[in-house]
């Protein structure tokens, strides 16, 4: 599996009024797992850590390599490498048509037209979407959008696929076939997930709490750490309606 | 309207270079503007139908795509009438319908995806100059895609004001309206950035 180093790699923001926050403090993680869960609270620096390993988001400190690449200074070559799945698909899905939305992730390695259509056919077959491709990305069910957008970023074949709450939108049978998709790639991936169910399949599991790596380890004993630190902590509003 | 929805096909239309298909778009728009009265508006529009017919189009589409455009012509045709003539009025509605409907044709006939590569081979040579021929073809893809994803945001952002009693209130329409087009620009330059494409 491809190595994922994160050497005290921090992300530090300036907000209106000039104070900086931290939305992750300094991390250093070696990843070489097949399959890596994150999971934490809403605003916990979860996606931030996950955005950090494609140079979505870059490190105000530290760094961040794959493969022996520095995130921050060769994020073109990286991002070859690591394919990124959005929350929601309708703002990854660029092209009209599910054909056309997979040939535009293709055209920067296959220049041939023909070729291209074809491989892009190729890749909608392998998602069971054969018969969507010239459907309009607008006209598919959220589940299908999603596997759409997962053809999409598939399709360059990336050796790493970050996938920030792929299953957040859709319904329980969406949900498992994007969780059973996900299990059976041979890409490293790395799964930002509320759905503690899903992250039990994983390898290795991050608790992230206020910008902090809180835990790290096997997934059952991760997801017991993160239930128990929910229940500790006190509900905002009281918790009573 | 929708725009950017390809069907594929085998008719003359679709067979056609995208070339072709485009430079005759911009002649016949540039003739239905200059080209004055309500005769030769109506000539136009007969060889809009017949580039649709030639097409294939499917009724279904057209009808459901010219709605919109339909009620926005009638509306310009009254306000033509009222402070021109209703030759005017008449001339404006089909002239708009014409070109709605030749856009739409296009649209039908040709791949977004085929119309980026012609922008590329056309844009190549400028390549000396620093200009990048995908990025253009991309920004022009984008523009295409934008619209459909915009008015889909348009009503789900209406249907929020009503959920909250708010459907008389241009402020509860507009301003989350605004605020979530740009989130969504915002969001799509993420997406591109991550499929690494435009860099």
Redesign the interface.
Same mark, same amino acid.
Do not use: C, W, Y
């Given at each position: 599996m491809p190595e994922i180093r994160f050497e005290d790699a921090a992300v530090q923001v300036e907000d209106a009024d000039g104070d900086v926050r931290t939305i992750l403090a300094p991390t250093s993680l070696t990843l070489t797992e097949q399959r890596i869960g994150v999971i934490g609270g809403n605003g916990s620096g979860k996606s931030t850590l996950a955005r950090l390993v494609? +140079? $979505?988001v870059t490190p105000s400190a530290g760094r961040v390599l794959v493969e022996g690449l520095d995130v921050a200074r060769h +994020? *073109?070559a990286v991002?070859?490498r690591v394919? &990124?799945c &959005?929350t929601?698909p309708? *703002?990854?899905l660029?092209?009209?048509?599910c054909v056309?939305d997979v040939? $535009?992730?293709l055209?920067?390695t296959v220049t041939d037209?023909v070729r291209r259509?074809q491989l892009a056919l190729d890749t909608l077959a392998r998602f069971g979407l054969a018969e969507r491709a010239?459907v309009?990305v607008?006209a598919l069910s959220g589940g299908q959008r999603q596997l759409l957008a997962l053809a +999409?970023?598939l399709a360059?074949e990336p050796t790493v696929l970050v996938a920030d709450e792929p299953t957040t939108l859709l319904d329980l049978r969406n949900t498992q076939m994007i969780g059973d998709l996900l299990f059976s790639l041979p890409q490293q991936l790395i799964l930002v997930s509320h759905d503690l169910d899903l992250v039990r399949h994983c390898d290795r599991v991050l608790v992230v709490e206020d910008g902090r790596v809180r835990f790290d380890g096997p997934a059952q004993d991760a997801v017991t750490d993160y239930v128990a630190s929910v229940a500790r902590a006190p509900v905002a509003g009281g918790g009573s309606w | 309207m %929708?725009v950017?929805?390809?069907?594929?096909g085998t008719t003359l239309l679709h067979r056609l270079p995208v070339g072709a298909k485009l430079l005759g778009l911009a002649l016949l728009s540039i003739a239905i503007v200059v080209v004055r009265g309500p005769v030769s508006a109506l000539v136009f529009l007969a060889v809009a139908i017949v580039l649709a017919l030639l097409g294939r189009l499917d009724l279904r589409l057209v009808a459901r795509s010219l709605r919109t455009v339909l009620v926005i012509a009638l509306l310009v045709a009254l306000l033509q009438w009222w402070l021109f003539s209703l030759d005017r009025a008449v001339e404006s509605l089909l002239d708009l319908v014409s070109l709605a409907l030749l856009a739409l044709t296009l649209s039908v006939t040709t791949?977004? %995806?085929?119309m980026? =590569?012609a922008v590329v081979r056309w844009l190549g040579p400028l390549q000396r100059t620093g200009l990048d021929p =995908?990025r253009v073809a991309l920004t022009i893809? /984008?523009a295409?895609?934008a619209l459909?994803?915009t008015l889909?945001l348009a009503q789900e952002t209406r249907d929020a004001a009503r959920a909250r009693g708010l459907d008389r209130s241009p402020r509860a329409h507009l301003t989350p309206f605004v605020i979530r087009v740009v989130a969504?620009a915002h969001? %799509?330059g =993420?997406? /591109?950035?991550?499929?690494?494409?435009g860099?």
């Open positions: 494609n +140079g $979505l +994020g *073109a991002r070859r394919g &990124f &959005f929601d309708a *703002a990854q660029v092209m009209p048509t056309e040939e $535009l992730s055209r920067r037209r259509k010239d309009s607008h +999409g970023v360059t | %929708t950017g929805v390809h069907r594929p791949a977004v %995806t085929a980026l =590569d =995908d893809g /984008l295409v895609q459909p994803g889909a969504r969001e %799509t =993420d997406a /591109l950035k991550a499929r690494g494409i860099e």
